[in-house]
């Protein structure tokens, strides 16, 4: 009877009986760290105070999320809007639909831009010195800002509806306002007024995303801020950005006034202005002011 060949085997279970020992020394290394902490430790370090066996999320967390949902679903409805700016036929042109869809995405954009400012404003509440959860949400903040700078910047692609064919709905209304043919708009304002309300938190980075879609598309276009208080615009400013001045003053502010524009941008500050409105609302009580004596 021939005897059937032996194969040595010796090396492949002395190689399983090593790795299965460090998996079992790694297993009690495992909990001898998790015994340290108590079942109320444990239940605080996993985001679970009550101990109740549900992760709870902090507010920071779950506004962020929150945030982060909101600019999914815009996304989505600029892609809309795109998709419908798109269409060049007389039949398939949809105004109404896009006006709609326009304004409710600018609502979007405006209570996102709110909900992150809120959101910047309660992180530096909860974390005033640095600490390393401070700058992660710090971190998180700004992946937000920029994630809805993104969706703002791809709304450029919502500039193809007014270029399309002449015979659509925006044609008849442009010819309405005696302009029957495209003509060049030579000056864009982004925002409006942003220092008067809490807009000015949010505009600096709101401005540039949608300065750097406008500018890039038609750079001959004059872009002018919103605002001309520092703390609201972005640093540096753009080169050849105008300002929006806008002064709501009493008459001896006015007159303290006389010499503002001699000594304004851009021979001061290298960037023009653009006087959005002079309007005297407040009183003197009665005193009589000269303009000799300003």
Known sequence: MAVSSIQD????????????????ASSK?????????????????????NGDGKPRRSEFARRAAEIGRGI??????????????KRKTLFDDRPVEINELTFIIKQDLSSLNQQISSLQTLSR?????ADQEGEHNRNVVFMLQGKLTDDINSSGDGG??????????????????????????????????????????????????FYNTIHAAYPSTQ??????EASCLPSP???????????????????????????????????????GEYANTESDSGTQLLWSNA
């Open 223 to 228: 872009i002018i801020a919103s605002t001309s």
């Open 125 to 129: 509440a909860q974390h005033p010195k």
């Open 237 to 275: 400013l753009p080169s050849g950005v105008w300002t929006d001045i806008h002064h709501y003053e009493s008459p001896s502010s006015f007159v303290s006034l006389f010499t503002e524009s001699d000594n304004y941008p851009p021979r001061t500050t290298g960037y023009g202005i653009f006087v």
């Open 29 to 49: 290394v495992g909990a001898q760290r998790q015994s340290l902490l108590t079942d109320s430790q444990k239940a605080a370090a996993n985001g679970n105070a």
């Open 160 to 209: 193809i509806h007014g270029q399309l064919l002449k015979n659509n709905g925006f044609q008849g209304v442009r010819t309405s306002y005696g302009h029957p043919a495209p003509y060049t708009i030579p000056y864009i304002e982004i925002g409006n007024e942003d220092n008067v309300s809490s807009g000015c938190s949010t505009y600096a980075f709101r401005f540039t995303a």
């Open 9 to 24: 085997r010796t090396n492949e279970f002395r190689s399983v009986l090593t790795q299965f020992q460090k998996r079992q």
């Open 72 to 85: 999914g679903g815009t996304m989505s409805k600029l892609e809309k809007l795109a998709q419908l700016a």
